[in-house]
């Protein structure tokens, strides 16, 4: 017992020292992310030894004449032993910052909690319903219930991490999913946007400013990690035609506050630092402008969701029209809106380049010319005419 007390004592703070690991990418030593690799394989050895100690307690308690006392004892000796490792290569891997913060820190806490109600389950299973008796409390019981219930919220949270939201529901049949009432999410076609890569303003970005990008701030936001949820290796040097502007607005903010990049990693000149923050600035203000010229016919902007289910269920086809519009976003650009899109606008001559585009683009694909083949040649001018008029009506 007194052993049991004294392992599970210095275990505990083997646990609690854990928590001062930071999950926010501050560590930077390939060491630390080679060996939290790991924690996905070893995982499964304290999971299926905390199962298994469950069901033989529950045939240990159901049938008495089978005496599992030696083997329980054992297999949660094993669980024990596995998972320190494990929670300690757990907080290695998300040392590197490159997880959905809210996620990590959920699967951390639960993860956290399964490996400390462990090491108790220990000490909790020494004590017996009566001295010479080998039944197990009920506090035991309890607490093993609750271990379980943590072990597999954290498992659940785990796979959230490591295969995405969707990783069960993705193949599951259709009438499941209606059972289940699970939605399923649309499969878009998409319509591709494209800039002059040989402009003065393409050229410039990507000798002076696409460089330092990649120095410091693409191994923390590029195709490997994205921290965050920003990408920045992706992101769309025209702010004005293209739509990252608001991925720009975002990236702008990080680097004025000093958060990007961490302290702790290699850091801007102040020539990079006012290259970069000038550019993403004067690019931003360029494409604010553009936006909240003066115009007769200025109206509310549809969000990029309602945009693309207003014209396929006009169109009767399956298309993401909205992949052409800037992010449904907040910030205080008149392309944006201030407040939960109040203020989000988009202008009639806009408008009309991105019908024209539509028009062309169901030229090609659902071969409108047969529908407008019986009808005048201003057909199409008027389609793009009623494609106005019905965004008016709906904003």
């Known amino acids: 017992m007194k052993r049991s007390l004294l392992f599970a004592i210095f275990a505990s703070f083997f646990l609690f020292g854990l928590l001062l690991i930071p999950l926010d990418g501050v560590i930077d030593n390939t060491y630390v992310f080679f060996f939290g690799r790991f924690h996905p394989l070893i995982l499964h050895l304290p999971i299926g030894a905390l199962v298994v100690l469950a069901l033989m307690e529950l045939v240990n308690a159901v049938f008495e004449k089978i005496d599992l006392e030696a083997a329980c004892k054992l297999i949660l000796w094993f669980s024990v032993v596995t998972i320190l490792p494990t929670t300690l290569l757990g907080f290695m891997l998300g040392s590197n910052g490159s997880y959905d913060d809210e996620l990590v820190n959920t699967h ?33 019981k309890i607490f093993l219930v609750v271990n379980v219930v943590f072990l597999t919220l954290a498992g659940h949270y785990g796979g959230y991490l490591t295969h995405g939201e969707d990783y069960l529901i993705q193949y599951m049949p259709p009438p499941m999913k209606s059972v289940l009432n699970i939605q399923e999410e649309a499969e878009y076609l998409v319509i591709n946007s494209e800039s002059d890569p040989t402009s003065k303003e393409a050229v410039y970005y990507k000798d002076q400013i696409q460089p330092i990008l990649e120095t410091y701030c693409y191994e923390c936001h590029g195709e490997k990690k994205q921290k ?73 902007r549809l969000t990029k969701k309602q945009y693309t289910n207003t014209l396929n269920e006009l169109l009767q086809v399956s298309v993401n029209f909205g992949e052409v519009l800037p992010d449904d976003g907040k910030s205080k650009m008149g392309i944006f809106g201030e407040k939960n899109h109040n203020d989000l606008r988009i202008r009639s001559k806009r408008l009309s380049s991105l019908a024209t585009k539509i028009i062309d683009f169901c030229f090609s694909v659902i071969k409108l010319d047969k529908i407008f083949a019986s009808k005048p040649s201003g057909a199409p001018d008027k389609f793009i005419m009623f494609l106005e008029k019905l965004f008016i009506n709906l904003a």
């Open 108 to 140: 951390k806490w639960l993860g956290w909690l399964t490996a400390l109600v462990c090491v108790w389950l220990v000490v909790i299973r020494n004590k017996k319903t009566a001295p010479n008796s080998s039944g197990v409390t009920s506090f035991y």
């Open 228 to 300: 965050g949820e920003m990408r920045l290796d992706k992101l769309h040097w025209d702010m004005t035609n293209g739509s990252d502007a608001e991925r720009w607005h975002a990236a702008l903010n990080v680097i004025n506050l000093g958060e990007m990049p961490p302290k702790k990693k290699q850091q801007l000149s102040d020539t990079e630092r006012r290259a970069v923050v000038s550019w993403i600035s004067e690019n931003l203000d360029l494409a604010a402008k553009a936006k909240q010229k003066d115009n007769q016919n200025v109206i509310r």
